[in-house]
C-alpha cells in the first residue's frame, strides 16, 4: 500500500532534477500544509453586538493516502483549537482522486468528524460527490437520503436537504447539491427552504457550489461553499481553471455584490489529480459582527 510518506519521497527525484515547483504543488501543498483562512464579513443588516465566528471545513475528500485517518483527525484537532461558535461543512466527503488507493467507509470519516465542537452545532450538506458516489441515491433520485447523510446523521450531525433550522440566535439553511444529477441538474429546492424561513433572525446558509449565489434573494446573511478548491492551482491571485461556471468570480474568497455576502471555502481535499499550488488546504474562519 502506497502511504503518503512514499509519494513524497518519490517526488524527490523531482526536486534533484529541477522539478522544485512540481515537487511542491504534487507533495507538499496537499498533503503537508494546513492554512486557516481568515475572513471579515460585516452583513447587511446584521445586528449591533453579535459577533459569531464560524469554521468551514470543505470538500474533505477522504480516501488514502492523501486524507487517510490520521489527516482527519488533525484537521478536526486544528479546528476545534480555534473555538468557533459554529462549524459548517459543505459537502464532498467522499475520494474524487483518481490516484486513492483505499477508500475510507462513511462511518469511519463521520467517527471522527463527530469529535467537532461548536456550542451552536455542527452541520452538513451534500456536494455532488456525495451524490455521485452513491449509486443507490443516484437511482432512486429526488428525494433519496445518501449514504454520507446516513453516517454524519447516526453521529449526530445534521446534513440539511433545502432545510433550516435555529441554531441560537440565527437560523442555519442547507440547500441540497446543485449537481446531484449531473453538471447543473441539482436536487436544491431554494423555495422550500426560503419558506421554512421565519422571524429575522439572520440566516446562514450553506450551498456546496456556489453558482447559485448569482441567483439568490437577499434573505441570507451569508453564504457559505465549496466546490471550487480554489481551482487547486491559484498563480497571483487568479485561477487558470474552476468548476464554476462564472470562472473566477466564485472561484475563492469572501464575495461581495448588491449587498450580499458568499464565502467560497478553497476546501481541504483534492479532486482528479493530486495537486495544489497557491491554494493550500485550508480551514475557513469567519467572523462575522454588525
Known sequence: MI??????????GMVAAGGGLAAYGFGVEPFLRLAVQHHAVRPTGWATGLTLKVAVLSDLHAGAPFMDEARIEHIVARANALAPDLVLMPGDFGPSCRMVTRVIPHADVARRLAALRAPLGVFAVNGNHDWWEDREAM?????????????????????????????????????????????????????????????????????????????LPGRAAVTFSGHTHGGQVRLLGWSPRTSSRYGNRYAWGHVREQGRDLVVSGGLGISTFPVRFGVPPEITLVAITG
Open 139 to 215: 437511482r432512486r433520485g429526488p428525494g433519496a437520503v445518501t449514504a454520507l447523510a446516513r453516517a454524519l446523521e447516526a453521529v449526530g450531525i445534521p446534513v440539511l436537504r433545502n432545510q433550516v433550522v435555529r441554531a441560537g440566535p440565527v437560523l442555519v439553511g442547507g440547500l441540497d447539491s446543485q449537481w446531484a444529477f449531473g453538471t447543473h441538474r441539482g436536487a436544491q429546492d431554494v423555495p422550500k427552504l426560503l419558506g421554512q424561513v421565519t422571524g429575522d433572525a439572520p440566516l446562514l446558509l450553506m450551498a456546496h457550489e456556489p453558482d447559485i449565489f448569482a441567483t
Open 3 to 12: 502511504g503518503r510518506r512514499g509519494i513524497i519521497t518519490g517526488l524527490g
